[in-house]
């Protein structure tokens, strides 16, 4: 079994105004040392060992589900789950 963290970004050409939206709120609570935010999403998947490649099935998962490829990017991380 693994864990697969997944990261989605906005890509760098995409305006992220919710991100703005949090710079400049936190700008005006005073952290001025704030340059920029960029929102994203955070997800983890459970994955069951299977015949199919691990990487091929996050890839499709993410590009078909969790993403969307035309203005975001998506990153993930794989740990094997140890069960008892």
Do not use: H, W
């Amino acid at each position: 079994m693994y864990k697969v963290k997944v990261f989605v970004t906005l890509k760098e050409s995409v305006l992220d105004p919710q991100g703005t939206a949090v710079k400049n709120s936190l700008n005006s609570l005073n952290y001025k040392e704030i340059a920029d935010v960029r929102i994203g999403k955070y997800m983890e998947l459970i994955v069951d060992k299977s015949d199919r490649n691990l990487d091929e099935v996050v890839n499709e998962v993410c590009d078909k589900l969790l993403a969307n490829p035309i203005i975001e990017n998506y990153r993930y991380e794989v740990e094997e789950v140890v069960t008892k």
